[in-house]
């Protein structure tokens, strides 16, 4: 859309300009995009801050995994760290991608 409305007004003919009211509208719709855009990327980072920290609350914990062969695994998670945008585990020598996570104990349990 964006790259629609910047070649539009690029390539107007100077000669029959846009209406005012229609070029104020393509504005106000430009400005809604990016705001937007900025929106969507604020949340995606507050997910992915979300993500890490129910990671790094396993630390100390037993968790059962899936692993992508389809085995399953289990173990004491000694760190989290944030892996492109996906939190990995470290369990044993492992590294468990979160999603692979299939539970959750405690410890002691």
Do not use: C, I, W
Not at 24 to 31: G, I, K, V
């Amino acid at each position: 859309f964006l790259k629609l409305l910047v070649a539009q007004m690029k390539y107007q003919d100077p000669s029959k300009p846009m209406d005012s009211n229609q070029l104020m509208a393509q504005t106000a719709t430009f400005t809604q995009v990016e705001k937007l855009t900025e929106m969507l990327t604020t949340q995606q980072s507050m997910v992915t801050a979300q993500r890490l920290q129910a990671a790094s609350d396993m630390v100390g914990r037993t968790v059962s995994y899936t692993t992508t062969d389809g085995h399953t695994g289990s173990g004491v998670v000694s760190s989290a760290k944030l892996s492109g945008s996906e939190p990995t585990l470290k369990v044993g020598n492992t590294d468990v991608p979160l999603s692979s996570v299939t539970e959750v104990r405690s410890s002691a349990g």
